[in-house]
């Protein structure tokens, strides 16, 4: 017995000297997991998206389907189930409409986009590809830093997608670029392969071979290698509406008084329509009107029969 305490007390001691050096030299361990499901409701396309994302995030885990669409207080106990510091929940709403909710649970804050322009992977055949696994790059454009609520988006976004070294089913390497730009208001992802071609060799690709021709002549050294960006998808615009304090609820502390719901746009093609009809309607009443009025319909009224018609000099 004397033997076993020894033993644990002398790796115990090891571990606290270990972890006291890990602490003194000022490294801290990237630990973020991220929660993906989506609610009932969702089409293909809204669940093809789905599966795009988790493929690039190796340090994603997949759920099944919420069955509630207003308590949504109970992703954090989800997320903490699955020991996950990161949510992102597709909400679909009439078969149409998809957002996107990212919190951090479990004290916040929760950010709402608005998804719209969705194309996958498959849907458009992009000729890139990367390692499944691979960690990506992230590039954001400097007008996040413009606005607060840009800035806290941006932190938000780095977060989720960015896979941390050493995480658990991703690989140590680089070969992929995603890029968040802002315009009219949105947030516009793209996913970029990287590729790496010597100077003297030819792309097969017409425009990245341009691009490599014209960094060759620029390069002094032969031996340099040459980047062109291969788009791999998926793709999509967000519109922010709504950022809350805290995880799925508490105050809102930002929203964008630009944003319209789809349901209101769809609401106004209607009326448009409808007063289109409601013109054509009015229209036809008149011309019925008209008619009657000149005598030229029977049913609403007769014309005045002269004293030359035959029907009276040969009655």
């Not at 990161?86 to 009439?94: G, S």
């Not at 954001?140 to 830093?145: I, L, P």
């Not at 009219?184 to 990287?194: A, F, L, T």
């Not at 519109?239 to 809102?252: A, D, H, K, L, R």
């Amino acid at each position: 017995m004397a033997a076993v305490y020894k033993s644990l007390s002398r790796t115990n001691r090891e571990r606290e000297k270990k972890d006291e050096g890990a602490t003194s030299s000022g490294v801290r361990k990237n630990r973020q997991r991220v929660l993906i499901l989506s609610s009932r409701g969702v089409t293909y396309r809204h669940r093809h998206l789905l599966n795009d994302l988790h493929c690039l995030l190796p340090h994603s885990r997949k759920d099944a389907k919420l069955d509630t669409k207003t308590k949504l207080y109970q992703l954090n106990e989800l997320a903490d189930l699955y020991n996950c510091n990161n949510v992102l929940f597709f909400e679909a709403r009439k078969a149409k409409d998809l957002y996107l909710w990212i919190s951090k649970p479990p004290n916040g804050p929760t950010v709402k986009f608005h998804l719209q322009n969705l194309h996958t992977m498959e849907e458009l055949h992009f000729p890139g590809n990367c390692l499944k696994g691979s960690r990506p790059v992230l590039s954001f454009d400097k007008r996040f830093e413009e606005h607060a609520h840009w800035r806290l988006i941006r932190e938000m976004l780095g977060q989720v997608f960015g896979v941390p070294k050493g995480a658990r089913k991703s690989k140590p390497f680089v070969d992929h670029v995603m890029g968040f730009s802002i315009a009219d208001g949105r947030i516009w992802v793209r996913c970029y392969q990287i590729n790496e071609t010597e100077a003297g060799r030819k792309n097969p690709s017409a425009a990245a071979a341009t691009a490599a021709a014209a960094s060759a002549e620029e390069s002094t050294n032969p031996n340099e290698h040459t980047l062109s960006l291969t788009e791999i998808g998926p793709r999509f615009v967000m519109t922010p509406t709504i950022v809350q304090e805290s995880s799925f609820g508490g105050p809102i502390i930002y929203q964008n008084k630009e944003f319209v719901s789809p349901n209101v746009v769809r609401a106004e093609i209607r009326l448009r329509k409808a007063g289109r009809y409601r013109r054509r309607e009015e229209e036809k009443v008149e011309r019925v009107l008209k008619k009657g009025e000149l005598g030229l319909r029977t049913s609403i009224g007769a014309r005045e029969r002269d004293e030359l018609d035959d029907g009276v000099l040969f009655a």
